[in-house]
């Protein structure tokens, strides 16, 4: 069985910083695009970035382009989000999800498996 299990959100203030964490087990994420999205309140969840099973390709989101980071260690089977000059704008659940293919994607309905999310809340 496989799972995604998010980890680093919390409270930050405008301006601040926060990594996300993305262990998998139940598959080895090394032939594996993944992807981040986030979901606020009464929206549709929506891409943040993405990365190719080696993580030489990477894609973002126009509002985060600049201030986030994704990566990857195939070695730990985890994916990371490195988020810095976080916006109130940007509160929402942060969702890891992982896809067969190895090519990254901006779609959501391309990958496979999902984590549960995590909340991340920014303050003014």
């Known amino acids: 069985q496989v799972q995604l299990v998010e980890s680093g959100g919390g409270l930050v203030q405008a301006g601040g910083s926060l990594r996300l964490s993305c262990k998998v087990s139940g598959r080895a994420i090394n032939s594996s695009g993944m992807g981040w999205f986030r979901q606020a309140p009464w929206k549709e969840r929506e891409f943040v970035a993405t990365?190719?099973?080696?993580?030489?390709?990477?894609r973002y989101a126009d509002s985060v382009k600049g201030r986030f980071t994704i990566s990857r260690d195939n070695a730990k089977n985890t994916v990371f989000l490195q988020m810095n000059s976080l916006r109130p704008g940007y509160s929402a659940v942060y969702y890891c999800?992982?896809?067969?293919?190895?090519?990254?994607?901006?779609?959501?309905?391309?990958?496979?498996?999902w984590g549960q999310g995590t909340q991340v809340t920014v303050s003014s």
């Open positions: 990365i190719s099973f080696s993580g030489t390709s990477t």
């Open positions: 999800a992982a896809r067969n293919l190895g090519t990254y994607s901006t779609a959501s309905t391309s990958y496979n498996y």
